[in-house]
């Protein structure tokens, strides 16, 4: 198995994360990948809730984690950490909102997420 934290399929988030890439170029990575190997077991990270988050940048996640069909997804929410940029972002997400997209997250993929606290 590989452990991959992509963090999130949104390129806006990502970009906003300071990822050096996108949801396509993950896309196309786990797909050639799973063309090669089908048996690997694929491992992620996502943060749910980082600031800026609206639902299409979540609907985006939560597509790309149906495609590339992760074996285990371990879920974090976002916690802002002083000095850090995110910390002083003005768009920080409710704990509620952040609950329920990780409710959403362990239904809809219920044998692979792992929600983290």
């Not at 934290?5 to 300071?18: A, V």
């Not at 790309?64 to 069909?69: C, G, K, Q, S, T």
């Not at 950490?81 to 509620?96: E, G, H, L, V």
Request: hydrophobic content about 40%.
């Amino acid at each position: 198995y590989i452990s991959v934290p992509i963090q999130s399929g949104s390129n806006k988030i990502l970009e906003r994360m300071m990822r050096p890439y996108t949801r396509e170029q993950i896309l196309d990575i786990f797909l050639k990948i799973k063309e090669v190997m089908p048996n690997l077991l694929i491992k992620t990270h996502i943060i749910v809730g980082f600031p800026g988050e609206n639902d299409i940048d979540f609907e985006n996640t939560l597509e790309m984690l149906r495609r590339i069909n992760f074996k285990m997804i371990h879920v974090f929410p976002f916690s802002a950490r002083p000095n850090t940029k995110a910390y002083d972002f003005q768009d920080q997400i409710s704990r509620t909102v952040i609950k329920t997209r990780m409710c959403r997250l362990k239904k809809e993929f219920p044998s692979s997420v792992r929600l983290m606290n």
